[in-house]
């Protein structure tokens, strides 16, 4: 099978399409070959085009936007770009699931289809400070410009392993999430105070809670044996808390905690009040019954 893509300077949008149709070609016994170039003879050649080749035609597997017009939108207005158009055929097969291929869309396909289009989709607080996104990663994978361009073929291929590697950990990563749902939910259901939701194990769950207006706190084990109470926030992308923890706490441990709280074992409150630790279940489920009954601060 021949994949084409273009050559010169590479982006986390083709590097992210030619991984998602390798991914595709796993299980076939075929042997591929990947070329870069804007030779229109050998991209009339391949067997799937990617970024290259001004068509998009799903079905004769041709994946570019930058033709008049591009490719589409998502129906939040985010365009398709060439990582996306390979997505939406074939993320189903790769994911094993229509609700794994979503999930994927939303955590990563669509970040980079919109910076590769030219569509903000975050507003800059700090002046000079932005986040550094997996486009940067990939950029930096380039060579400098006083390193030459001899390079960039293998450099691409190298980008094109890496992001294989991201695409099975979402991949996996969103099957989780769909599994944690469902338990994050009968959690919910079956507490008796909704503002206080107590998980026996920990699982992801933060999304699932923000959906209800009610929790405001959660406990949950930690890794080393003790347990943690931490805030609920109504967008898990925001360091905004539903409801703090009582600004006497912030950054207060051991001793001085338990004396300001009332609870012997308690460890740790963070500074930023999103989360506490105590050494058992008892003493943080007491602290988060002693959060949700403080007045707001």
Not at 47 to 53: C, L
Not at 117 to 136: L, M, R, W
Not at 282 to 290: M, N, R
Request: aromatic share 10%.
């Amino acid at each position: 099978m021949l994949i084409v893509t273009h050559d010169g300077s590479f982006h986390s949008d083709d590097v992210f399409a030619v991984a998602t149709l390798l991914l595709t070609l796993d299980t076939a016994p075929v042997l591929v070959n990947i070329i870069r170039t804007r030779e229109e003879a050998l991209i009339a050649k391949a067997d799937f085009t990617a970024d290259v080749g001004s068509v998009y035609d799903s079905e004769k597997n041709r994946f570019d936007h930058h033709q008049t017009g591009g490719a589409g939108k998502r129906g939040n207005g985010i365009p398709y770009a060439s990582f996306g158009l390979v997505w939406q055929k074939f993320g189903e097969k790769v994911s094993g699931s229509d609700a794994v291929s979503k999930i994927v869309d939303q955590n990563l396909v669509a970040s980079i289809d919109a910076s590769d289009s030219g569509v903000d989709i975050y507003k800059k607080i700090f002046a000079g400070v932005e986040p550094y996104t997996i486009d940067n990663y990939f950029h930096n994978i380039r060579p400098t410009w006083q390193e030459g361009t001899d390079r960039l073929d293998e450099l691409f291929l190298e980008a094109v392993a890496i992001a294989r590697k991201v695409l099975e950990r979402e991949i996996a990563h969103a099957k989780a999430e769909m599994s944690a749902e469902v338990l994050a939910r009968e959690a919910y259901e079956k507490a008796s105070d909704k503002r206080l939701i107590i998980f026996d194990a920990f699982y992801p769950h933060e999304k699932v809670l923000a959906e209800f207006p009610e929790p405001l706190f959660t406990v949950s084990p930690r890794l080393d044996g003790s347990w943690n109470v931490r805030a609920i926030r109504s967008d898990v992308s925001l360091f905004k808390n539903r409801k703090d923890l009582p600004e006497s706490w912030a950054g207060k441990r051991d001793s001085e905690l338990s004396a300001i709280t009332g609870v012997p074992d308690a460890i740790f409150c963070h500074n930023g009040r999103f989360m506490a630790v105590a050494r058992t279940k008892d003493g943080v489920i007491k602290l988060a019954k002693l959060a949700i009954a403080s007045k707001l601060q």
